[in-house]
């Protein structure tokens, strides 16, 4: 076969060129849009929940809501990159804490804008305020709460003969029948850093937020530490347990989060602790799907009205250089409406947080009503932490508790070590 | 052409117990090598609920929903089309200026070339990370974001690196005579380049083309930063869309990859003859 | 080496050596590569590169810090750590995949009826993007799962590990997976060599007397040279800068045991927002790569292959 000549070659070359201009001219051209686009930068589950109003949007407003959905590590990734060179869209998903992508962070480098004079900001309970302020002003807008709560398989319950516990010991009680019954009380999943924070934050609620609402304040003035509170101290101390009396996965650290939520389906384990929003993830796995799972709020101590729940905000705030700011605007002022702000929340398995939304009815929402009602929730305890470096040293220390390559004692300090870094 | 080559088949003309138990051997091996894929395949027809109970066993009926949702939700037709042009775009550049490249750096007389090609190469040992952001501003002020030509772009600069490498080994052991031959005839470099060389290149060339394509047709990162926002997206980053925060639809996922690499793999199946014989006189450099 | 292709123009001239364009003028060929590869690596490079001697936290603003960042770097445990294993898996997968590479395709060679499904068998996972080896793995090595029950199966339970759990076998596991991603490609470019061996050197050894490994050792060998340099190369340049497997089976961990260089910097420069910290391992990690990549080209030289 002879190649082509130079000539034919550049002939055809051309004419591929021209045709792939063509189309890639269409194709961004379309995404050109004008002032009545709102453009987003959200999760995939996100955009999942905000779809069925879309429409509603735009007939009420005249704007039309256009999203990009992805994945939250590349969320993360993308947003800083387009945040840095000012190519980010009007509406993005903000994180908590302090991580690169973290509200405060980016409000005070100055690339969000202010939301304090929007309606709904007068709205936003007390307990969460911090979390989105600063300098006296409110930075992003809450589409919803989610609650890290232990879901369960119902049907294991039954057939095993347990409740859902109101008790630190009778949790203790229920894991062991469950053990005695060859079933995994506690699914765990800890080859996936991530979960090994779920059962700590649940106990830290209750066990250190609750009783030291100052204790961020403090730790920044060094006046106690991790390895110094004896809340955290006991938030470690009762996971161990849990490890120690195998209530958990065997081999955790070789499963992942998703083996951990596909061990509950399967009905090998019984219970398996989750941030809210995931539980969609984990109903897809059963048969009746959201039907067949239960939840309750995991009780640290043996009085139940101490137990706290741990309750975040997630976020949606308006960049600083967007070019349709009140296109932003409204969508917020719609999501904010108290029956969209439920069907939202219903959708995502997540509870609506402004003061005088709609109470869900779901079961989750259910569980948590009292809790809401008696103010007994605090944020996680790592939105309030000073750095994100804090977060990861838990990543690298905590879930090496399950195979026994590390003491509780080492774990605070390493936590400590990286807070300290300021 | 050569002499007729037998490459050390140690068998020669009879296939007996040996062959055949090296035969078995192999398919051994070959079973253990397709295993992952078989999950692969497995997952991508269980429904979830399935996959939760086992990930490995077949699945006791085809679940079809899974490719009608990877298909759908992430509008893959649209995605094929995009990531064909991309790819093929950027290969045929990278055809085009790597050979013109290996040809002027390595029959071009002089030091310059000589250190330039050192340059060129030394290229493979950059890793994108430190580049990227002020890459992705570069091809903000050049108004690129959000076209495929940003990609394209990219793709060819980071890949140049590597087909120089490639072509300009094997061009370094070829002789000259042919294109000497050619300009006494009165060619110029152009033609000479054109009739003479890029022929005798034309297996590196097939090398070129599979380890490129392959490298284009599945970089995720890039094409996420550079099209977000846009209405086109690659293959691959549609397929991961489906990635959530904690867990995934990996059925769905697994469903879109095999949507996604099933023309390569037919296309490998049926060519793989002439896919060796590229590598093999690709490896005279 | 004889070429195969015959010039395409015609040989009735007199082919006494006429003028020759202008050597020099050769340069302008290799015009447009440069330009996009100045464009698109070197200028980034740089840029970024320069990142790494300020405190860029991602914002506007950054201070020219000159080396501090580097000195952070020597006192930070977990990037040493990572550069340690950083070098195993590369070391580990240049040998391990090689080799396995060269039995393979070696055993490929003859003429066996299953030839071409096995070729594309092994290549397979090569086209497969790296996210999804990552994931597929992930499944195998779930304690319980499939490979725990084969080997069961095979009354081998007393090798079951905790494949991504012990932070002794994880980096262990992680290479094996990469090793099954990459060495489809190995095994294709070492079975372009073995076709090119002439068959007349074997037949010439068989009336010797010669036997197998006799003629692996004395005829195939050498003529593998280019084929294991090419392959050493490529495979060495791109395990130093694996990310996306790794990120998706273990994101470098249990604790930190398979923390590379390459996940280090994606953590500090995009989940803590530590940019210029980040860039500056980077950086590092391009200095380790191109030293590599010098050394190896060194060694090629001094060892005679072409």
Redesign the interface.
């Known amino acids: 076969m ?2 082509l ?2 000539r034919q ?1 550049g002939a055809t ?1 051309v004419g ?2 021209a045709t ?2 063509a ?3 269409c ?2 051209a ?2 050109g849009g004008g002032t009545k686009q709102v ?1 987003a ?1 959200i ?3 996100q955009g999942a929940g905000f779809k069925p109003f879309y429409d509603g949007f735009t007939q009420s407003t005249g704007y039309e809501f256009k999203p ?5 590590n ?1 969320l ?3 947003l ?8 980010a ?1 009007d509406v993005v998903r903000a994180a908590l804490g302090s ?2 992508a973290g509200v405060l ?1 980016l409000a005070k ?3 969000l804008a202010d939301l304090t004079d929007q309606p709904w900001a007068k709205n936003i309970p007390a307990s969460y305020r911090a979390l989105l302020e600063w300098d006296g002003r409110i930075w992003a807008y809450p589409t919803s709460g989610q609650a890290i709560l232990m879901f369960y398989n119902k049907a294991v319950f039954t057939q095993v003969g347990v409740k859902a516990p109101t008790t630190w010991s009778e949790f203790l009680t229920v894991c062991q029948t469950l053990k005695d019954a060859d079933k995994i009380p506690v699914a765990q999943g ?6 090994a924070q779920f059962i700590p934050y649940m106990l830290a609620a209750s066990l250190v937020s609750a009783r030291e609402p100052d204790i961020d304040a403090q730790m920044k003035a060094g006046t106690t530490s991790f390895v110094k509170d004896p809340g955290w101290n006991e938030v470690f101390a009762k996971y161990k347990t849990l490890m120690d009396k195998g209530y958990i996965t ?10 951990a ?2 061990q509950t ?2 009905g090998a384990a019984a219970m398996i602790p ?2 809210s ?2 539980s969609p ?2 109903f ?4 009746n799907k959201a039907d067949d799972v239960g939840v309750f709020a995991l009780p640290a101590t043996d009085n139940p009205d101490e137990t706290y729940v741990p309750i975040s905000p997630e976020l949606l705030a308006l960049n600083a250089k967007a070019k349709n700011p009140d296109g932003a605007k409204a969508w917020f002022q719609y999501l904010s409406d108290p029956t969209r702000a439920a069907d939202y929340a219903k959708a995502t398995s997540s509870i609506p947080i402004l003061t005088g939304s709609t109470a869900v009815s779901t079961e989750l929402g259910t569980v948590l009503k009292p809790y809401i009602a008696n103010q007994h929730f605090t944020p996680f305890p790592n939105h309030r932490w000073v ?3 804090t977060q ?1 040293a838990f ?3 905590a ?2 508790l399950a ?1 026994g ?2 003491t509780i004692p080492k774990v605070l300090a390493a936590l400590d070590a990286a807070y300290a870094k300021g | 052409m050569g002499a007729p080559t037998d490459g050390g088949n140690l068998m020669r003309r009879r296939y007996g117990v040996q062959s055949l138990a090296l035969e078995l051997l192999f398919a051994v091996f070959g079973v253990i090598a397709l295993f992952p894929i078989y999950i692969l395949v497995v997952v991508a027809f269980k429904s ?2 399935e ?5 490995y066993t077949p699945p006791t009926r085809l679940y079809l929903d899974n490719f009608m949702i990877a298909w759908g939700q992430a509008d893959l037709a649209r995605a094929f ?2 990531t064909i ?1 991309i790819t ?2 950027s290969v ?1 550049v990278l055809i ?1 200026f790597g050979s013109a490249a290996a040809y002027g750096l390595v029959r071009g007389a002089g030091r310059v070339n000589r250190v330039l090609l050192i340059l060129v190469t030394l290229g493979i040992s950059i890793p994108i990370q430190l580049g ?2 002020p890459l ?2 570069l091809m ?1 002020d050049l108004g690129l ?5 940003s990609v394209i772009i990219y793709s060819v600069g980071a890949y140049l690196p590597l087909t120089v490498f490639l072509y300009s080994g094997f061009l370094a052991t070829q002789p000259s005579e042919y294109e000497e031959a050619a300009q006494v005839d009165g060619a110029n470099a ?2 000479s380049f ?2 003479v060389v ?2 005798l290149l ?1 297996p590196v060339t097939g090398t070129v083309v599979i380890v490129t394509s392959i490298h284009v047709w599945n970089d995720f ?1 890039t094409p ?2 550079y099209l ?5 997206r690659t293959l691959t980053v549609a397929i ?11 059925g769905v996922v697994f469903a879109g990859i095999l949507i996604a690499i099933l023309p390569i793999i037919l296309v490998f199946f049926l060519l793989q003859k002439y896919v060796i014989k590229g590598f093999a006189s690709g490896l005279k450099g | 080496m004889t070429t195969t292709v015959a010039p ?1 123009i015609s040989t009735g001239k007199n082919l006494k050596k006429g003028r020759h364009p202008n050597r020099r003028s050769l340069l302008w060929f290799a015009l447009p590569a440069l330009v996009l590869y100045g464009t698109v690596l070197i200028y980034p490079t740089f840029a970024g590169a320069a990142l790494a001697f300020t405190n860029s ?4 603003r950054a201070d020219f810090v000159g080396l501090t960042n580097f000195r952070t770097l020597l006192a930070d445990q ?1 990037a040493i750590r990572s550069v340690g294993n950083t070098i195993l898996v590369t070391v580990s997968l240049v040998i391990g995949q090689t080799a396995l590479a060269l039995m393979l395709a070696i055993g490929l060679h003859q003429r066996l009826k299953l030839r071409g499904a096995l070729r594309t068998i092994f290549f397979l996972p090569f086209i497969l993007p790296s996210l999804i080896v990552g994931v597929l793995w ?1 499944f195998l ?3 319980g799962g499939p490979i725990d029950s084969v080997l069961s199966g095979l009354g081998l339970g007393s090798l079951i590990q ?6 002794s076998v994880a980096i262990w596991s992680v290479i094996v997976a990469l090793i099954w991603q990459n060495t489809g490609f190995s095994i294709v470019v070492y079975l372009a060599a073995l076709e090119e061996v002439p068959a007349e050197l074997y037949e010439a050894s068989a009336i010797d007397g010669a036997n197998g490994r006799q003629n692996f050792w004395h005829i195939t060998r050498p003529m593998l040279g280019p084929a294991t340099t090419i392959n050493i190369t490529l495979t060495m340049v791109g395990a130093l800068k694996i990310f996306d497997q790794i990120f998706v089976m ?7 045991a398979t923390q590379v260089l390459s996940l280090v910097t994606y ?1 500090q420069s ?4 530590n940019y210029g910290y980040g860039s500056a391992i980077a950086l590092v990690l391009t200095m380790i790569i191109a030293a590599a990549a010098f050394i190896q080209t060194w060694a090629r030289r001094r060892t005679g292959a072409t």
């Open positions: 002879q190649s000549t130079r070659f070359a591929v060129l792939a201009f189309v890639g001219g194709t961004s379309s995404s453009t930068l999760t995939h589950e990009t959905t992805s994945e939250v590349a993360v990734e993308q800083r990159i387009q945040i840095n060179s000012g190519t869209p991580l690169t962070p480098e100055g690339s800890l080859g996936t850093p991530s979960m065997p081999n955790a650290l070789g499963v992942t989060l998703d083996g939520m596909k389906a399967s989750l941030v929003t995931n993830a984990l897809a796995s059963f048969p750095n994100g470096d990861q990543f690298k220390t879930p090496l195979s390559e590390i | 979830p609920t996959v939760a109970k086992s990930a089309v995009q042009l093929a775009i045929v085009c990227m952001v992705y501003q903000r974001l959000q076209t495929p030509w152009f033609q054109s009739r890029f022929p034309r990162l996420l930063l977000g926002g846009s209405e086109a991961f869309s489906f990635r959530g925060e904690y867990a995934t639809e990996w | 395409a936290k991602g914002g506007r977990d992930q090595y779930n304690p905790l494949w991504l759990g012990s932070t273990t994101n470098g961990g249990p604790g930190v953590q995009f989940v803590l927002g």
